[in-house]
């Protein structure tokens, strides 16, 4: 009995130090860094040198939101010899994140998604489609914008508002809905944290999701656009 304390001490610390944990649960895989975005970046350069300019993406439909139009596709990468593999948080290897890229035809840039965002609304989603089967129409709260609506949360059987936690902040963003019953992100708080704290030049009508893009690992998935009026975030009418 006299090695049961130290052989317990053992186990306490190999699970601190990661050891027993499956490789897609370790640190090093959850969390993007400049080391991972900068290896998937200069291997989309060295794509596009090999193949005169081609960007190593997946085919999606035209009207795919532009966040999420273009995901890297490593397997043209690895045909290539250019990487061996995805990086180890990539959603490929069992990771939390999308690598995609922005800008394609100008810059192209690589940045991620949060995929537990898109678990998270793939669940809202769910309850919604229960409750349409029942009432044709989507459960619409208050309308906050033009063609933008709060979600009745009560109706699809929730006891409190859905949030999402931003990877930019941490502020907890609420989910909203489009006139279809699609849902998305709300980033005002963020955009407008963003907005005080970078310069930039936007002016009303333009898209001003892209000062979350630019100075951060991710990209605002599953939002509408947003512009800029009196120096605060307002939703950008679209004809959807």
């Known amino acids: 009995m006299k090695f049961v ?3 317990l001490t053992l186990i306490i610390l190999l699970f601190m130090t990661g050891c027993l944990y499956p490789e897609d649960r370790l640190a ?3 969390v993007p860094n400049d080391i991972q975005l900068k290896s998937v970046q200069e291997a989309v350069h ?22 999420q139009k273009y ?12 990487m061996s593999r995805p990086p180890g948080n990539s959603f490929e290897q069992g990771g939390y994140y999308q690598y995609v890229i922005i800008y394609p035809e100008t810059s192209p840039t690589v940045k991620v ?6 678990s998270e609304l793939r669940e809202l989603n769910t309850l919604i ?12 709260g208050e309308q906050v914008a033009f063609g ?23 502020n907890q963003l609420p989910v909203v809905m489009n006139v279809n019953g699609e849902l998305f992100v709300d980033y005002r708080k963020d955009l407008y944290q963003a907005l ?18 630019d100075h951060y690992p991710f990209v605002p998935a599953y939002s509408l656009p947003y512009t800029i009026q009196d120096g605060e975030p307002v939703f950008l009418k679209t004809k959807s």
């Open 5 to 7: 304390k130290p052989f």
């Open 113 to 118: 998604i949060d995929l537990r965002i898109t």
């Open 46 to 67: 060295q794509y596009q040198k090999a193949t005169s300019g081609l960007l190593p993406i997946k085919t999606r439909d035209a009207d795919t939101p532009i966040f």
């Open 129 to 140: 489609e229960l409750y349409r089967n029942k009432h044709i129409y989507p459960p619409f």
């Open 148 to 170: 933008v609506y709060k979600l009745n949360y009560k109706e699809i059987g929730l006891e409190s508002y859905p949030y999402i936690e931003s990877p930019y902040t941490g």
């Open 28 to 30: 090093k895989n959850q």
């Open 196 to 213: 005080q704290k970078y310069e930039h030049n936007y002016q009303n009508g333009d898209d001003i999701r892209y000062i979350l893009a």
């Open 71 to 82: 995901p890297v596709d490593f397997t043209v990468l690895r045909e290539y010899n250019i």
